[in-house]
């Protein structure tokens, strides 16, 4: 550990940059196209994530020089989710980048330091959980740039940092790759229901509603009587427009009283429904109340449930359906009514033989997403505080 050396993180720096000031950047300055405006919710670890977009002219972009940033500088940010730390990735070839009102950037020296060292060091629990705690001393907790400029870093040789980053890249690959078998088997899952069941529906089948083929179970859990081992499942856990379920916390976390699943069931959260979030569950646990479990009355219809549940029509009318304009709610006597022709058992049979090999590849794929995950927050903390060392 001789070698390894105490640094501030502005001493390591080619170059970092603070957010504008609001005065700087309004809302009446995005527009529908043009340089990408990188927001606290786009930072989502080693790639950002560019399903909400903001854009600016080129002649505002020019007008912020001082708050720009490139294809792979980390990003952080100030507020909200503290302690996140991103790579910056383009979308749709954009080169171009500003920072919004809440984040920042840094672009370390490769002469000192290794990118993705930096990176997986603040992607670390015990920094990632400082940087909050130091920042909590307000009513609006902030990480401002002068403490991220001041934040200490201790580094190793540059080729020992090389080392320990392809360490725990390896396995974030391994972790990306198993991710995109999940939503390819899901697409192609999801495209052969709209085929089989919307688009080559059978006149003669029967009318019915998602209520004749599933049921929602309200298996409520006390908080007192809840096993600390349990998984739970809360609306934040659930991705948007996917059936795969790839977060949950420790039901020991947990303060009020709960639903209990059991494998397979259909989670679908009724609070803002517009957000889309409909997934089976691949383990049992408890979720929150604002989420309904569904449950197939028959194995047999779990896949086809699964589907129907998750069309976007499904959603739509959930959301058209709810109570409330600022929280809208929707609730299982609306949804249980919505109409479907019901296929014959054989066709869905037929549907099944294809479709659920895909759906256990997805949770064998999940569980060993969990596992690889689990080694890579193990080591760590070990590879960044010299506990564990690489073979050079």
Known sequence: MSEWKKYKIHEIALNMADAPFGSNLKTKDYVDNGV???????????????????YVTIE??????????????????????????????????????????????????????????????????????HIQTISSNSVQPVFNFTALKNYPITLPPLPEQKAIAEVLSSLDDKIDLLHRQNQTLEAMAETLFRQWFVEEAEENWREGSLGDLTDNIKANIKKEEMPSSLRYVALEHIDKKSIALNKYASSASVQS???????????????????????????????????????????????????????????????????????????WNTLAKFPIAIPPIDVVTKFNDVVNPSIEKIKYNQKQIRVLEKMRDTLLPKLMSGEVRVNL
């Open 36 to 54: 990408l405006v990188i927001q606290g919710k786009n930072i989502q670890g080693r790639k950002c994530i560019w399903n909400d977009r903001r």
């Open 257 to 331: 009283n709960k639903f209990q699943f059991i494998e397979n069931d259909i989670l679908f959260g009724k609070l803002r429904p517009y957000f889309h979030k409909v997934c089976f569950a691949p383990f049992p646990g408890v979720c929150s109340t604002d989420i309904l479990v569904i449950r197939a009355k028959s194995n047999a219809w779990f896949a086809f449930s699964l589907f129907a549940f998750f069309q976007t029509k499904v959603v739509d009318f959930a959301n058209s359906a709810s109570g409330g304009t600022r929280m809208p709610r929707t609730n």
């Open 60 to 129: 505002k972009y020019n007008s912020l020089s001082r708050h720009q940033a490139k294809i792979g500088s980390l990003v952080f940010p100030k507020v909200g989710t503290i302690g996140k730390v991103g790579i910056l990735t383009s979308f749709n070839n954009i080169d171009k980048f500003v920072l919004s009102t809440n984040t920042m950037m840094l672009e370390p020296d490769p002469e000192i330091a290794h990118q993705d060292f930096v990176y997986y060091f603040f992607s670390s629990f015990d920094v990632s959980n």
